[in-house]
C-alpha cells in the first residue's frame, strides 16, 4: 500500500489544522493506522492509531482531548485532526499502516510509512 499524506501548513498556536492520509490499493479496512511525527532534532514518536473497522482508537498522553484520529474505508483515508494547537506539535507528521498495533512499540506493528507533511505552530 502506498500513503500519501496531507494537510500541512503553518498555523498560529490555538489553532487546527486536519491531515489526510490517502492509501492505494483495495486492501486499505484490513490494516490499522497510524500518525507518528518527528520533530527537529528528536526522535519520531507515536501520535495516534485507530483499528480496522471498530472505530477503536489510541492516543500518546501529550495530544488526548486536543487530537482525533479518523477513517473512512470507503475512501481510503485516514484523517487526523488537530485543535489547539501547541508550538510543540511542530514536527513532520508521518502517517502508516500495519498489522497490529503495539501499545508499547507502536512503530513495529507498522509496515507501510507515507511521506510527512510539515506542520509549524507558531507562538
Known amino acids: 500500500v502506498q500513503l500519501q499524506a496531507s494537510g500541512g501548513g503553518l498555523v498560529q498556536a490555538g489553532g487546527s489544522l486536519r491531515l489526510s492520509c490517502a492509501a492505494s490499493?483495495?486492501?486499505?479496512?484490513?490494516?490499522?493506522m497510524g500518525w507518528f511525527r518527528q520533530a527537529p532534532g528528536k526522535e519520531r514518536e507515536f501520535v495516534a492509531a485507530i483499528s480496522r473497522s471498530d472505530g477503536i482508537t489510541f492516543y500518546t498522553d501529550s495530544v488526548k482531548g486536543r487530537f482525533t484520529i479518523s477513517r473512512d474505508n470507503d475512501k481510503r483515508t485516514v484523517y487526523l485532526q488537530m485543535n489547539s494547537l501547541k508550538p510543540e506539535d511542530t514536527a513532520v507528521y508521518y502517517c502508516?499502516?500495519?498489522?497490529?498495533?503495539?501499545?508499547?512499540?507502536?512503530?513495529?506493528?507498522?509496515?507501510?510509512w507515507g511521506k510527512g507533511t510539515q506542520v509549524t505552530v507558531s507562538s
Open positions: 502508516a499502516a500495519g498489522n497490529y498495533y503495539s501499545s508499547s512499540y507502536p512503530e513495529r506493528g507498522m509496515d507501510y
Open positions: 490499493g483495495r486492501t486499505f479496512s484490513t490494516y490499522v
